[in-house]
């Protein structure tokens, strides 16, 4: 059965880094289109970083240069470096895989990402 767990999320100052990971088990990470996305109190959930079929990543244009997306295959986990972060990173992360055979999505339970001032 598909899993994903997401795990690395932390409270951290303002300028600091993190790594978030998500163990994906059921689904290879590799053939199917995936991704982050956060929810910040009071909002709605948003795309942070997503990859493609073909295997190009795009970035929300609030954490381009900060924010990088990796794969490990082998492991089969996906990643994501945050440096430099703000207090409007403040959100719960999630991680995403899309099922390539009829666009279903599996989401993760979450991480809480906190930024302090």
């Known amino acids: 059965q598909v899993q994903l767990v997401e795990s690395g999320g932390d409270l951290v100052q303002a300028g600091g880094s993190l790594r978030l990971s998500c163990a994906a088990s059921?689904?290879?990470?590799?053939?199917?289109?995936r991704g982050w996305y956060r929810q910040a109190p009071g909002k709605q959930r948003e795309l942070v970083a997503i990859v493609s079929r073909s295997g190009s990543t795009n970035y929300a244009d609030s954490v381009k240069g900060r924010f990088t997306l990796s794969r490990d295959a082998v492991k089969n986990t996906m990643y994501l470096q945050m440096n430099s972060l703000k207090p409007e990173d403040t959100a719960v992360y999630y991680c995403n895989v899309r099922r390539s055979s009829d666009g279903f999505d599996y989401w993760g339970q979450g991480t809480q990402v906190t930024v302090s001032s």
């Open positions: 059921g689904i290879a990470l590799g053939i199917n289109v």
